[in-house]
């Protein structure tokens, strides 16, 4: 799945000195009702190597690709109520953009390193790569 990170990743490490990294990608809905651009809010926990990735790596606003596995759970909060949650446990992050164009745009929406410029078809020079 690809989406934008909702904010700065949330890093702690366990005793044993294991990072684990906990962020929100905003997915785009491929359909809507209406054509209203809808999005959901997927929670991902990334642990280890993953995860001092996410955390050094990872900025509010950049566009990430991420495969994992779901995995729910529940907990009972301070009030006695149970909580249910579901998460993807990312097995595999990369970048969907370059760095420059994140920068450039604030980590917003901008250019993708899919969006190339086109070649003129009068070009009469030979192109340095086939």
Request: glycine share 8%.
């Amino acid at each position: 799945m690809r989406g934008r990170l909702c904010k700065e990743p949330e890093v702690r490490y366990t005793q044993d000195n294991m990072c684990i990294a906990r962020y929100t990608l905003a997915v785009d809905r491929k359909f809507s009702k209406n054509d209203d651009q809808k999005a959901d809010f997927i929670p991902c926990v990334a642990f280890g190597k993953s995860g001092e990735f996410a955390e050094k790596y990872f900025r509010k606003g950049m566009s990430v690709a991420v495969s994992g596995r779901i995995q729910t759970g529940s907990y009972t909060n301070k009030d006695g109520q149970k909580v249910y949650t579901t998460d993807v446990i990312i097995e595999e992050q990369e970048f969907t953009e370059s760095k420059l164009a994140s920068n450039n745009n604030g980590g917003g929406h901008g250019k993708s390193v899919d969006d190339f410029m086109s070649v003129p078809d009068d070009m009469d020079e030979d192109l340095p790569f086939t």
